[in-house]
């Protein structure tokens, strides 16, 4: 059997995670928090004390969580719909690099700008 995962190792290594809190987001925009209990080489997850985030469906917006929750309990994630497994303490949220604020801020410029200019003709 050693010689097995030697051959094929799995392609996520996360015995550092096992009896953590993790958060697992799924393809089709689910995320489900729970205590991982364990996986395999597809990377199918076993989660204990489950509880599915829910989507603001209703509201047209499919991405932003509404604040309920679904308690799901012991259940299994198919590793092909696992896209990101993230421990939940030690997790913090960082500003986006990729927005840009400064059309913001030059907007806020262009305007007292154009209330004090006329003195300098």
Do not use: H, W
Not at 45 to 69: C, P, S, T
Not at 83 to 106: H, S, T
């Amino acid at each position: 059997m050693a010689a097995l995962n030697k051959k094929n190792p799995s392609i996520l290594n996360l015995t550092n995670l096992l009896d953590t809190k993790v958060r697992i987001s799924l393809t089709g925009g689910r995320l489900i928090i729970g205590r991982l209990r364990g996986y395999d080489q597809l990377v199918n997850i076993v989660l204990d004390e489950a509880v599915e985030k829910m989507r603001d469906v209703e509201g047209g917006d499919f991405y932003a969580l509404n604040g309920m929750e679904r308690t799901i309990g012991l259940c299994v994630c198919r590793g092909t719909q696992v896209c990101l497994v993230q421990p939940v303490e030690g997790r913090e949220e960082i500003e986006n690099p990729f927005v840009d604020n400064d059309d913001d801020e030059e907007e806020e410029e262009e305007g007292e700008e154009g209330e004090g200019g006329g003195g300098e003709s």
